[in-house]
């Protein structure tokens, strides 16, 4: 299995990511060699994109390293203390982030 097929699996879930204006398509993932960028918005489940990598892993025998993964909040300084605070992404799922 490639990466792209890993790229197309996050395409194909129901993350919203980012919407952009100017451009077609949101920005969601991105990747080069051995890295993976997913950006997603306020509106998102983390569990959805713990699903979608769990799966992908099933099904390639691939190995997601969770201990090099990191969380990068955007947004203004109030959302991302908030987040930093709470260890959730948005206020309708209260699954903490790890």
């Avoid at 992908?56 to 025998?61: A, E, G, M």
């Amino acid at each position: 299995m490639s990466s792209y097929t890993l790229a197309e699996s996050i395409r194909k879930s129901s993350l919203e990511g980012f919407k952009i204006q100017g451009l077609e398509e949101r920005v969601l993932v991105s990747l080069f060699i051995d890295d993976t960028l997913v950006y997603m918005n306020k509106k998102d489940d983390n569990k959805i994109l713990e699903q979608t990598i769990r799966n992908f892993c099933k099904v390639s025998t691939a190995k997601f390293n969770n201990e090099k993964s990191e969380i990068l909040p955007i947004g203004t300084k109030e959302y991302r203390n908030n987040i930093i605070k709470t260890r959730t992404i948005n206020k309708t799922n209260n699954d903490k982030l790890d």
